[in-house]
């Protein structure tokens, strides 16, 4: 599964929710008759619910959607903080240098002398440009996902190469 967001707040009083969007262009993913729905990003494929896609729109600087059989505020409410994703197969394919934030994380992330600086947990969106968040145990790395500190991403290696220290 590409998980491609999370609910994150009921809207209103008719069954819509909240979507943070982890990527660029969310609004195809209208073109989806359903979306899966799981409480853990990293659940197991059998852990993702399929749920039928009523509608999903740009409102002020997010998203909205609404799902068949969810018509009040208590559904919604119900449904907050559960991760949205899709298979493989359902999206679209990614150009040269393009990648969805679901395959990044959980790679692996060495800087150029070799020295492993954590893992992906997750990106975010800064508006200029995104960004690695990395753990090291109880250490956190930001770290801008562009080509000036991004030198390789191996996904069949589960690597990314970045220039950058590990005392940054």
């Keep these: 599964m590409i998980v ?10 008719q069954g819509w929710v909240k979507v943070h969007p982890f990527g660029d ?12 729905l799981a409480d853990k990003a990293e659940a197991p494929e059998e852990a993702w619910q399929p749920v039928k896609l009523a509608g999903f729109r740009a409102h002020g600087a997010g998203f909205i959607a609404s799902f068949e059989g969810v018509t009040d505020r208590n559904g ?6 559960r991760y949205i994703a899709a298979p493989r197969e359902a999206m679209p394919g990614t150009g040269e ?15 150029e002398s070799g020295e492993s600086l954590g893992t992906v947990e997750s990106l975010m969106s800064t508006g200029a440009h995104d960004v690695l968040q990395i ?16 030198l390789n ?13 590990k005392d940054w």
């Design 97 to 111: 240098d393009e990648y969805y934030w679901g395959d990044l994380v959980g790679l692996a992330v060495v800087n």
């Design 135 to 150: 753990r090291d145990g109880d250490e956190e790395r930001l770290i801008p996902f562009v080509a000036a500190y991004v």
């Design 4 to 13: 491609l967001g999370r609910i994150v707040a009921p809207f209103g009083v």
């Design 25 to 36: 262009d969310p609004l195809s993913w209208r073109e989806m008759a359903q979306w899966w």
């Design 153 to 165: 991403v191996d996904l069949p290696g589960r690597t990314i190469r970045v220039d950058w220290q």
């Design 76 to 81: 919604a409410e119900a449904l907050q903080g």
